[in-house]
């Protein structure tokens, strides 16, 4: 039937009207709103209940609600039927809320993910384990030959540019270096989504701590009450802090707002020096900055520490 994807919608020398985006990560939405600010009329359907799904529903509602309020139809936690083109453009059809939703646009941009191109190595018939579609590979980067190694996109879920290079960093010095093997380490596990807001997160999310059974302690505090954000009329999100209750230590950061993929940097350089919210909160911050945002929650969590 045709569609677009993140590549070809890159390519159009022509608008269309309108445009339905299959899925909910961050390529469907940075694309949903992207045409949508070009006055393309958007449906985004999502299967799960919330976009971005991965991450805790305060973050993904806050860029719902913005979605909504710039026009974007969007509907969550639907069951995809059927695709098809019809009279004068495209038509998909899905369950929502119990009943039946057919939407047509111009265009369907296909965005439910991608699979590595792997196939075609035989790699199951030398004894290289492939699950869903990628190769499994262990915290050396060795694949179920050790001396064989992979690193990037193929290898997992992270399709991230500088996870794949720390993985190649990794897996290089492991094969030139087989006594002195190196292992990845996720625990600052990053990823920036570039809507507007911004949407950023490093470490655990209240969703991933949950499943984990890691304990932890949350704050937030929103942009609405910021006086930077407020002076740059960017009052949409909010950031938040998870930290280790026994000892203060930050161990998840979530930004919502303006320049949200900067702003998580401070939380990344924190984390990897193993940061309390106590030195957090203690650290001097200019007014009137963006930054200084992360101040507020680090002293809730302070108290909430004892210390």
């Excluded at 805790?56 to 806050?62: K, R």
């Excluded at 006594?179 to 989504?193: F, H, P, S």
């Excluded at 499943?211 to 704050?219: H, I, Q, T």
């Excluded at 350089?269 to 940061?275: N, V």
Aim: hydrophobic share 40%; glycine share 10%.
């Amino acid at each position: 039937m045709g569609y677009l994807t993140s590549d070809t919608a890159l390519s159009l020398t022509r608008l269309p009207q309108s445009l339905i985006v299959l899925g909910g990560g961050p390529v469907a939405v940075e694309f949903a709103q992207f045409f949508g600010r070009f006055h393309v009329r958007v449906t985004l359907v999502q299967r799960s209940a919330h976009i971005l799904s991965k991450l805790d529903d305060d973050a993904s509602g806050a860029l719902e609600n913005v979605f909504r309020r710039e026009g974007i139809d969007l509907y969550a936690g639907t069951k995809p039927f059927d695709a098809r083109r019809v009279e004068g453009g495209k038509e998909v059809v899905f369950e929502h809320n119990g009943q039946p939703v057919r939407v047509r646009a111009e265009e369907i941009l296909f965005a439910l993910g991608r699979v590595p191109n792997i196939a075609s190595l035989g790699l199951e018939g030398i004894g290289v384990r492939v699950e869903a579609r990628r190769i499994t590979t262990n915290a050396q980067m060795q694949t179920t030959l050790p001396h064989i190694y992979a690193a990037g996109d193929c290898t997992g879920l992270h399709e991230i540019v500088h996870i794949a290079v720390q993985q190649g960093e990794v897996a290089a010095h492991n094969a030139a270096h087989p006594g002195q093997m190196k292992q990845m380490d996720y625990r600052l596990l990053t990823e920036v989504v570039f809507t507007e807001p911004q949407v950023a997160v490093v470490g655990l999310t209240e969703k991933s701590a949950r499943a984990a059974n890691r304990p932890y302690l949350a704050a937030s505090y929103p942009f609405n009450d910021h006086g930077k954000s407020l002076i740059m009329e960017a009052k949409d999100g909010f950031v938040k802090l998870l930290a280790d209750p026994a000892d203060g230590e930050i161990i998840g950061g979530c930004c919502v707002g303006p320049m949200g993929g900067e702003l998580i940097h401070e939380i990344i350089a924190a984390m990897h020096k193993r940061m309390t919210v106590q030195e957090l909160a203690a650290m001097p911050h200019y007014h009137p900055t963006l930054a200084e945002i992360w101040t507020y929650p680090a002293e809730e969590l302070a108290e909430k520490c004892g210390r």
